[in-house]
C-alpha cells in the first residue's frame, strides 16, 4: 500500500481517507497528529452519522494531565488499496485525527520542502512520475482485503 | 419499516472500567512479564483476555471469539491506553461517563 497525503501552508499533514460504521461511509481529510497515539480520533458531528459499532472503553490521558474513561468504537477504513479495522476515540472537536496507533507498520516520509508527504508499506517503492508503486516484499503487519 | 441495524450494547462506563480494571489487576504482573508494552482486550465476565501488537489487533481478537461483546483495552505496562495531547477534559463528551443511547441510531 502507498498512499500520498498534502501539506499544508501551516505545515500539518492531510491524509485522506474513507470511514465506514453501520449505517454509512463518508471520505473524510484526517490531521497526522503525532501526539495522539491512538488509531483514528473523531469529531461528534462525523461519527454519529456513521453508525460506528461499540467496541468497548479504555483509560486517556489527556492533554491537561487528566485521565478519563471513555468509550471506544471501532470503524472500516479505506486508505491507498488498504482497508481495515480501526479502533476510534470520538470526542467533541472539529478535526479528524489520525495517530501514531495507525501508522504501525507503515513508513511515513514527509518531505516539507517540497511538500510531499507519503505513507508506504514497507518494501513497496516510491512513486516516480513515469513508474506505478510495484510491491517487492508481501510482508505487512496489517491485515489486507485490497480491492477498494 | 423495521429498524434492521444490530443493537448496540448499552454501557456504563465507570462500573465496566473498574470491575475490568479488578480483572486486570489479577492478570498484571504475568502479562507485564510476558507481553510489555502490547495490547490486551479483557472480559471480565468471562475472565479472558486477547493480546495484540496494536490496538485493533487485540479487538479483532477479542471481537472474534465474541462479537456481541465489548471489551475493556489496556496496553500493558501503562496507566492509560491513549494519549491525546490536542484534546483536553472540555472537548470530551458525556461527562458523566454512562452512555445509554444507542448509536446505531
Known amino acids: 500500500m502507498i498512499l500520498t497525503g498534502r501539506i499544508d501552508e501551516k505545515n500539518q499533514l492531510w491524509v485522506s481517507m474513507t470511514v465506514g460504521g453501520l449505517h454509512s461511509k463518508q471520505t473524510i481529510e484526517a490531521l497526522i497528529d503525532t501526539g495522539f497515539n491512538g488509531e483514528l480520533l473523531l469529531p461528534l458531528q462525523i461519527a454519529i452519522p456513521l453508525g460506528l459499532q461499540l467496541a ?12 478519563s474513561q471513555q468509550m471506544l468504537f471501532t470503524a472500516n477504513i479505506g486508505w491507498g488499496t488498504t482497508s481495515r479495522t480501526a479502533t476510534v476515540n470520538v470526542v467533541n ?56 | 419499516m423495521t429498524d434492521q441495524t444490530p443493537q448496540q450494547p448499552q454501557i456504563n462506563v465507570e462500573e465496566f472500567s473498574k470491575k475490568s480494571l479488578e480483572f486486570y489487576d489479577q492478570i498484571k504482573a504475568q502479562l507485564e512479564a510476558e507481553s510489555p508494552n502490547k495490547y490486551v482486550a479483557i472480559d471480565y465476565e468471562t475472565s479472558r483476555h486477547w493480546i495484540g501488537e496494536t490496538a485493533s489487533e487485540a479487538l479483532t481478537k477479542a471481537k472474534t471469539d465474541f462479537p456481541q461483546k465489548i471489551f475493556y483495552l489496556i496496553q500493558i505496562g501503562s496507566p492509560t491506553t491513549f494519549s491525546i495531547q490536542s484534546i483536553r477534559t472540555n472537548d470530551l463528551f458525556g461527562k458523566k461517563n454512562s452512555y445509554d443511547f444507542n448509536w446505531a441510531h
Do not use: C, M, N, W
Not at chain 1, 516516480?128 to 482485503?145: A, E, G, H, R
Open chain 1, 56 to 67: 468497548g472503553a479504555a483509560p486517556y490521558r489527556l492533554a491537561d494531565g487528566s485521565i
Open chain 1, 93 to 148: 472537536s472539529d478535526t479528524a485525527l489520525i495517530g501514531g496507533g495507525l501508522l504501525h507498520g507503515y513508513i511515513l516520509l514527509v518531505d516539507f520542502q517540497k511538500k510531499q508527504l507519503v505513507i508506504k508499506e514497507p518494501g513497496v517503492d516510491e512513486p516516480s512520475p513515469s513508474q506505478p508503486p510495484s510491491k517487492k516484499s508481501k510482508s505487512s503487519t496489517l491485515k489486507k482485503k485490497g480491492g477498494k
